[in-house]
């Protein structure tokens, strides 16, 4: 099954996967709330190749999860902002933040 077809599901938790249920997706938005909005800082922060950033930042715009405002004409460049639905978001990140400190910390090496 393709994410798309998750779309018209009656589940609501298989159509909100079907806009938001990627790791990368989910790192746009994770930096989102954290105050970045340019391509750039993204790519920075996620390791994302370029094509795969594009094509969900796309799909976030397209489903009114984030707005495209132009901050420069010549070249174009664009921040790219969490809308009020993408703000509602807000929990379900918290929720997967805490649950990750919670069970998955990080183990670091002992020193000998």
């Known amino acids: 099954m393709k994410w798309s ?8 938790v298989a159509r909100t996967l079907s806009i938001v249920g990627d790791r990368w997706t989910l790192l746009i938005l994770r930096d989102c709330f954290l105050g970045m ?12 190749t370029r ?3 594009a094509d969900r930042l ?4 397209e489903s009114g ?20 639905k993408g703000q509602e978001l807000a929990p379900a990140l918290l929720t997967l933040r805490d649950w990750g400190k919670k069970h998955m910390p990080v183990r670091r090496a002992t020193s000998a």
């Open 5 to 12: 077809d998750l779309s018209d599901n009656w589940c609501p």
């Open 51 to 53: 094509h795969i950033l």
């Open 37 to 48: 909005s340019r391509f750039e800082q993204f790519i920075e922060s996620s390791g994302m």
């Open 58 to 61: 796309k799909r976030l715009v």
């Open 65 to 84: 999860i984030l707005e495209r405002k132009a901050y420069s004409t010549s070249p174009k460049r664009y921040d790219y902002v969490l809308t009020d």
